[in-house]
């Protein structure tokens, strides 16, 4: 659990504020990512079983923590993947009658994946709207939009925002990868931690992001180009993560001339800087920016990935140091 990056996130230490003073409302939502949002609901449900609003180390927090708290209950029902009426019945039986060992029942219903049929909203916004005493629910979501106004409108919101670069490095150091994984993988990630355990975990990561920085250190012209290009397309298929990979390195170009470059070790920056100013690295871009786009839409790669090469000589041209 990434419980140390939850606990530094301000919408979260409000909550423990509201339980610790006995003022904490009934239902929260709690939009997050999809990769750490069990792990936010479950960190949450500690906070309101426990004695001392979320001391961490009682009985009450690591019951909570193992998913093991007989006041704790979790939806949807039966592993299944969407939220159904069903589950708001089973809800309703449980709010009746009265916890087994705390003081609080909770309720982690996550509702991240969206269900074709949503009459279970209704459903709970009449125990939303008279909830019983000591009856705590939080709602997971990826995106709030999904639910009902209505129903938000009677939590108060959680947001387990994009983390910075720092916390996430930190984040995967903790977790016992190296220096140099951790600075790329937190680099490319765009501030999202499942992207950079995704990244991390992707052998090729670290290949894909040399490749990359080795083209914009030596591509001084079309001719000089040719190997570099042949290089990065032999990751075509890991088009995303080729192209975030060269959109991360220019805002690093562009940092490293406002002195802010998030990068500990940034020979690479420093070399590829030499070849692009500033005006043209935020040109740059916006051109791999846009490359993306014609690529989700099924564009031909060769094409466009040519096409971005080329565009890129041509601003490092017009736009000189």
């Not at 990512?33 to 936010?40: F, G, K, P, T």
């Not at 709030?144 to 916390?167: E, G, P």
């Not at 591509?219 to 975030?244: G, H, I, N, Q, W």
């Not at 564009?299 to 601003?315: H, Y």
Request: with cysteine; proline share 2%; charged share 20%.
């Amino acid at each position: 659990m990434i419980t140390g990056l939850l606990e530094k996130n301000k919408s979260v230490q409000a909550v423990k504020r509201a339980f610790a003073l006995n003022h904490a409302a009934h239902a929260f939502v709690v939009q997050a990512e999809q990769n750490i949002l069990a792990d936010a609901l479950i960190y949450l449900s500690s906070v309101a079983v426990c004695d001392n609003g979320g001391c961490g180390s009682c009985v009450n927090c690591l019951q909570a923590f193992n998913g093991r708290h007989p006041d704790v209950f979790f939806y949807p029902l039966n592993g299944r993947k969407t939220m159904s009426v069903d589950d708001i019945k089973d809800i309703l039986n449980e709010t009746q009658t009265a916890p087994t060992i705390g003081k609080n029942k909770v309720y982690i219903i996550n509702a991240s994946t969206v269900s074709a049929v949503q009459n279970w909203q209704g459903k709970l916004l009449k125990i939303l709207e008279e909830p019983p005493e000591g009856n705590y629910f939080f709602i997971g979501v990826t995106n709030t939009a999904d639910l009902f106004d209505t129903v938000t409108s009677r939590a108060i919101r959680v947001d387990i925002a994009k983390l910075s670069f720092s916390q996430i490095k930190n984040y995967l150091l903790e977790s016992g990868y190296s220096p140099r994984s951790a600075e790329i993988c937190a680099l490319i990630s765009d501030g999202s931690i499942s992207s950079a355990t995704e990244l991390v975990a992707d052998t090729t990561t670290e290949s894909i992001y040399q490749s990359v920085a080795n083209a914009l250190k030596n591509m001084t012209s079309t001719r000089v180009s040719l190997s570099f290009v042949a290089d990065m397309t032999r990751y075509k298929e890991k088009y995303k993560l080729l192209l975030s990979a060269m959109e991360a390195l220019f805002a690093e170009v562009v940092g490293f001339y406002d002195g802010i470059t998030l990068l500990k070790e940034n020979k690479d920056v420093t070399i590829i800087a030499q070849n692009y100013s500033r005006e043209a690295a935020l040109r740059c871009i916006e051109i791999v920016e846009n490359a993306y786009k014609e690529l989700a839409s099924y564009v031909n790669f060769n094409m466009v990935f040519d096409n971005l090469i080329l565009k890129i000589l041509e601003v490092r041209y017009i736009c000189p140091k």
